[in-house]
């Protein structure tokens, strides 16, 4: 059970101060290796997400988060997951290198949106319905490529009290190329808070004020699952309902399963 009592103030202006040390440094770090290696040559895709993998890997333990790993992390192909923080392309790309197909929003978020675009995302205005098609062959081009490609099916993140309906338009390339397509689940838990508004990021909630008070907390422990094995489907829609129904089961107990 969480304790809910706040650190006394001076260790949480610590923390943020440590912490946010570590994420200027990563993002610093990461654009500055981006920068050095593109002037060596052209990036291939392997580049970009081996570069965001490595740097990920260092800054997250120094921010305090703890990254627990259920399955194996895929090979080339689509992952399709649950969406429930800006942590969550971090605790992606520190598991394994990959590019993500991410909501318009994401690109103007400081640090995390520019790392996300130097690696290779692919951006969708949601409220454009048309810009679904438009997106579909830098994504086809990202999987002919080979690259772990992790998507957002729900469209939004949520508190992770339930699982939001899957697209399926976006299922589309992967189907098309007969690509794999694995099932993950994230998840997090706070020692010192609700992880459903603290860790989470949803809504109306705004960035920077929710970063901070992330960056207080003592530790964030993120489960990441993958499913047993990938699959390939010949319709969009079936792909959706089928990753939708093993992202679901993914996201109940092991203990309840028993």
């Known amino acids: 059970m969480a304790n809910s009592l706040p650190a006394p103030l001076p260790r949480r202006v610590a923390r943020v101060i440590l912490r946010g040390t570590a994420l200027v440094w990563g993002v610093v770090g990461c654009l500055g290796e981006y920068g050095f290696t593109r002037l060596s040559g052209k990036l291939a895709p392997s580049d970009r997400t081996n570069i965001l993998?490595?740097?990920?890997?260092?800054?997250?333990?120094r921010m305090g988060v703890r990254i627990d790993v259920l399955g194996t992390p895929p090979g080339p192909g689509l992952t399709a997951s649950n969406h429930l923080s800006y942590l969550d392309i971090l605790v992606f790309s520190a598991v394994a290198p990959c590019s993500f197909v991410s909501k318009q929003e994401v690109r103007s978020w400081p640090g995390v949106g520019w790392i996300a675009t130097l690696a290779g995302a692919v951006y969708i205005d949601r409220s454009r319905r048309s810009e679904t098609h438009s997106v579909l062959p830098e994504m086809q081009s990202a999987l002919a490529n080979e690259v772990r490609l992790v998507l957002f099916p729900e469209g939004t993140s949520s508190d992770g009290s339930r699982l939001l309906p899957f697209h399926s338009s976006l299922f589309q390339p992967a189907v098309a190329l007969q690509a794999p397509i694995t099932a993950a689940c994230i998840s997090y838990t706070l020692s010192d808070g609700?992880?459903?508004?603290?860790?989470?990021?949803?809504?109306?909630?705004?960035l920077f004020p929710h970063l901070l008070n992330l960056l207080t907390k003592s530790s964030v422990r993120a489960t990441l699952?993958?499913?047993?094995?990938?699959?390939?489907?010949?319709?969009?829609?079936?792909a959706a309902q089928q990753m939708q129904a093993e992202v679901e089961r993914l996201r109940v107990p092991a203990e309840v399963l028993r």
């Open 225 to 238: 699952k993958f499913s047993s094995e990938p699959l390939r489907f010949h319709s969009r829609k079936q």
């Open 53 to 61: 993998h490595k740097w990920c890997r260092r800054t997250l333990p």
């Open 194 to 206: 609700v992880a459903g508004t603290e860790v989470c990021y949803w809504g109306d909630m705004t």
